[in-house]
């Protein structure tokens, strides 16, 4: 049986009713989710890509790994299960492969709230200040187009990088920092952190080639190039 109450339409179906208008909405705001991490990922893994290219050209070696997240890794970025970054570059060692530098990826087209970095990310950067960057996309000018099928070049355009990430939010964690090497029994502790950065803050750092120029550097000195 359907019954409009307040103008909405409500289905009983037993013991149970269902409100379509809640229902909809929830089914768009679900698929408006599913887009933006696509949109998301086609970001991360454009930068990625440029990293690697750039990698592989200058050095041309096999002993260079970029890791980037697969296509079906897509729903993962936002429960940030890559432990504090979305990029590593690695290079070989003996029969290892050893982390040279770690690389966060935020977009954003829309500052109705600001961007944020979650806990792991902001004690990734703060312990690795000197090999962490963190890659903004302000895709703010292109938020009318399709913005899961741009092309690299626009995404690399649109990107500042904060080489001194961990540097900035290092002093704010210091004290939470050194209590995690104390026991729990003899020391409070602080979690469920995180930083917000403002559309302001967000469009402000260096060139993607900063970054690039950075990369190759510290890889070239790893194996001794």
Known sequence: MSLYI???????????????SEMLDKMERQQSLEHDNKARFTHLHAIGKHIEDTLRNKLGTELI????????????????????????????????????FYVEVKSKWDFSEPAHMSMRQVRMASLHPDKYALCCVDLRRHKNEDLAALPEEVIVDCTKVKMDIGKDLHPMLKAILDADERSENEQIKISEYRSNISAKVFEQGSDFNVLLSKIVEVVKLRLNL
Not at 9 to 15: A, D, K, S
Not at 81 to 100: L, T, Y
């Open 6 to 20: 307040k103008g909405q339409l409500v289905i009983h179906r037993g013991n149970e009713s269902v409100n379509m």
């Open 65 to 100: 790994q970029v890791y980037k997240p697969e296509e079906n890794e897509d729903d993962a970025i936002a429960d940030d299960i890559q432990n504090g970054q979305d990029i590593i570059i690695r290079v070989k060692s003996g029969e290892n492969w050893q982390d040279v």
